[in-house]
């Protein structure tokens, strides 16, 4: 794994599960882009250069949970070249608790690609499953059909307290 990548993918969840209102003002607003951009590069300029991983990708979108439900933002980093790296971490603010949820790059053991669902929470992270293209709006719909299932239940959990 790309360090730039895996800094960046703990830093920002735990920054929107820590501090959601503070998460939101810093990326939500109409300056959201350059200050993730920013805080990219800033991440990047500790670590060597051949750990470096440009800004191309970087994006952010606010969409809905399904029609009717709450925004979220969703985030978009840079290409995910290893297994772990992720394509969107998107942040659900309301209704409380915030949920913080990644689409992430995998790799099945014969080679062939595919995505996993994991959320972050305070206590750890959460492994939901296979996901979706790397798609916005298809891993938006993805989510929102994850929050309407009542009896969901994650594959597994890692202890993982915040930093």
């Known amino acids: 794994m790309r360090a730039h990548h895996l800094r960046m993918k703990y830093l920002l969840a735990d920054f929107a599960v820590g501090e959601p209102v503070a998460f939101v003002n810093a990326f939500g607003g109409e300056g959201g882009v350059q200050a993730l951009r920013k805080f990219w590069a800033q991440v990047g300029e500790d670590l060597p250069e051949d750990d470096r991983v440009g800004e191309d990708g970087i ?78 709006r298809q891993f938006a719909a993805l989510l929102a059909s994850l929050l309407a299932t009542p009896d969901a239940q994650p594959m597994s959990f890692f202890e993982l307290p915040l930093r």
């Open 59 to 136: 994006a952010i979108d606010r969409l809905r949970v399904g029609e009717d439900g709450p925004s979220m933002l969703m985030l978009s980093l840079p290409a995910p070249q290893q297994r772990n790296e992720v394509y969107f971490l998107a942040v659900i603010v309301r209704p409380q608790p915030v949920r913080v949820f990644y689409l992430e790059k995998s790799v099945l053991p014969d080679g062939r690609e595919l995505t996993m669902i994991a959320e972050r929470d305070a206590r750890g992270r959460y492994n939901w499953g296979p996901g979706c293209e790397p798609d916005p």
